[in-house]
């Protein structure tokens, strides 16, 4: 029986995926597939086929055109995370915003949605042309029922994270700082303003108010004031946040960007409060 019969290669695909496992290739592209399939005996005109096949009887999982996972009907491989998955959708990548907070222990809501920091918009064209019941690129990339929220910053402005093992595997994930900080900018990506304050009151005991302050001033003179506002009505010293006090700041910025614009000004911080029950009727 010659390999490209289908009994054949259907074994033959099998072999191949039992490889990638035991190589440690959970997630693997096309090109690696192809890198691997002599080793099996699989011809190279056969390849798409065998994946096709593979998909088809759940032994690997499409995340997106060329980049597959394989699944846990695989001997010995574990279901692959959500945040190993992110990871893999993009490059570089950080796991960010809500989904960092709930890795950190700081809110006990638990969100649906993945949230990842990237510096690449070339996502958007290449996860496009996937299929078409995965939403549009601007409110996620759906795989499987998990939906992956992108967001874009600049090159200087990707920091303070590093890599965590999540099970099996290490996954970068922003630190506690920059992910409080991601939700003072952010709120809406983090479960509301109310709930990144909550967040604040619990990382207390174990954040670095050096570190975090020169995450601020390396994201914007807004996030700085607003994270000394916050801090201070933490009970943070005044003298551990003159870095933040003393940047110069032309006008005043919401303490809630989500929030209305009203409220009280605070001169020391210049932001307006315009937290529910601090706004005035």
Not at 3 to 14: A, C, D, E, N, R
């Amino acid at each position: 029986m010659t390999v490209g019969t289908k009994p054949k290669q259907s074994l033959v695909g099998i072999e191949l995926v039992r490889l990638l496992a035991y190589e440690g290739d959970r997630i693997f592209t096309t090109d690696r597939a192809r890198q691997l399939a002599p080793r099996v005996g699989l011809k190279d005109a056969y390849l798409v086929e065998a994946l096709h096949h593979l998909r088809r009887n759940n032994w690997i999982v499409l995340l997106r055109r060329g980049l597959y996972a394989l699944s846990s009907m695989v001997p010995g491989v574990a279901t692959v995370h959500e945040f190993e998955v992110a990871a893999a959708l993009v490059s570089p990548a950080m796991i960010s915003h809500w989904s960092a907070m709930h890795y950190h222990g700081l809110t006990e809501q638990i969100p649906r949605d993945v949230f990842v920091l990237t510096t690449t918009d070339a996502w958007i064209p290449r996860l496009r042309k996937d299929r078409a019941k995965r939403r549009r690129p601007g409110s996620g990339f759906l795989v499987g029922d998990t939906l992956y929220r992108f967001t874009q910053v600049k090159p200087d402005r990707f920091f303070g994270g590093g890599q965590r093992w999540i099970g099996e595997v290490r996954v970068p994930i922003t630190d506690l700082e920059r992910t409080l900080l991601d939700g003072l900018s952010m709120p809406r990506y983090c479960g509301g303003f109310t709930e990144v304050l909550h967040a604040v009151q619990v990382a207390m005991d174990r954040l670095n108010i050096e570190l975090i302050s020169e995450y601020a001033v390396r994201l914007g003179v807004t996030t700085a004031k607003r994270l000394g506002w916050v801090l201070e009505s933490q009970g943070v010293p005044g003298s551990e946040l003159a870095v933040l006090s003393e940047l110069p700041v032309k006008g005043y910025c919401k303490l809630d960007p989500t929030g209305p614009r009203k409220g009280s000004c605070n001169s020391r911080w210049m932001v307006q409060e315009n937290l529910p029950g601090m706004v005035g009727v």
